[in-house]
């Protein structure tokens, strides 16, 4: 199943955007956690998709 973005180009940019369901939808896949848990990871780095992996994998929570 290939995972499509409402915006790809955020993605290209490095952003995690979760305006749009299934860019919601995107990002939770791709990290492989919970939409609670991509919001606290995004309210603590921003919307850095490098940053917020980081903060995932340290807290524990990136399963990807």
Do not use: C, K
């Not at 199943?1 to 993605?11: E, H, N, R």
């Not at 952003?15 to 791709?30: D, K």
């Not at 848990?37 to 524990?60: C, K, M, N, T, Y």
């Amino acid at each position: 199943m290939t995972l499509s973005l409402a915006d790809p180009a955020q993605a290209e940019a490095g952003l995690v955007s979760i305006e749009h369901r299934q860019e919601l939808e995107y990002w939770t896949r791709r990290f492989g956690v919970s939409e609670n848990q991509l919001r606290q990871a995004i309210d603590a780095v921003g919307p850095s998709a490098p940053q917020v992996e980081a903060w995932l994998r340290h807290q524990g929570q990136l399963i990807a």
